[in-house]
T-cell receptor, first 114, second 115 residues
């Protein structure tokens, strides 16, 4: 298996623009997680899905952030409009039901908002 | 709510010396425990995990960790480090039997191995 795939790996955009981050989980995994990593706040959970259904979105910073999972092999995290404080590394991770929550992480997307 | 504390933000150590990275957690229910490693510009990779059973857990790259329930700790150790072990290490917990699947991470410890 190729592991968790994220695209793009790097994104540079200007304040106010829409940003879409993409994730393909490991085939057969039931859970998908979006995390954000910053120097100030470390690794934070934004949202996670089970069987394509959002379970906990309490970590989503505000209405500018939205996440979808239209099918078992694809998820997006959208920021609209983006702000400089959204600059961070965004990780996607997946796990399967019987895995005692061992999560497999993608390489991350480094977002810079100018 | 659960929390994870990694007391050392940075640990400098010489090559071939032993190292211990400390992790303490707080939770009202039983937890699963994990150590992840992050090399520069990469994602997180699982080093080892404690689910149940023996409190001494062995992982990849010669690392091991010991679960101490009374002290709510899960310290990571390696008897002899290499330059290639230079990375950031994260301790994480997940709640047992609650249905909640998210990981709660510590703030990370940067291991700097010097020649």
């Amino acid at each position: 298996d190729a592991g968790v795939i994220q695209s793009p790996r790097h994104e540079v955009t200007e304040m106010g623009q829409e940003v879409t981050l993409r994730c393909k989980p490991i085939s057969g995994h039931d859970y998908l997680f979006w995390y954000r990593q910053t120097m100030m706040r470390g690794l934070e959970l934004l949202i996670y899905f089970n069987n394509n259904v959002p379970i906990d979105d309490s970590g989503m910073p505000e209405d500018r952030f939205s996440a979808k999972m239209p099918n078992a092999s694809f998820s997006t995290l959208k920021i609209q409009p983006s702000e400089p404080r959204d600059s961070a590394v965004y990780f996607c991770a997946s796990s399967f039901r019987g895995g005692n929550n061992e999560q497999f992480f993608g390489p991350g997307t480094r977002l810079t908002v100018l | 709510a659960q929390s994870v504390t990694q007391l050392d933000s940075q640990v400098p150590v010489f090559e071939e010396a032993p190292v211990e990275l400390r992790c303490n957690y707080s939770s009202s229910v039983s937890v699963y425990l994990f150590w992840y490693v992050q090399y520069p510009n990469q994602g997180l990779q699982l080093l080892l995990k404690y689910l149940s059973g023996s409190t001494l857990v062995k992982g990849i790259n010669g690392f091991e960790a010991e679960f101490n329930k009374s002290q709510t700790s899960f310290h990571l150790r390696k008897p002899s480090v290499h330059i290639s072990d230079t990375a950031e290490y994260f301790c994480a917990v997940s709640l047992m039997d609650t249905g909640r699947r998210a990981l709660t991470f510590g703030s990370g410890t940067r291991l700097q191995v010097q020649p």
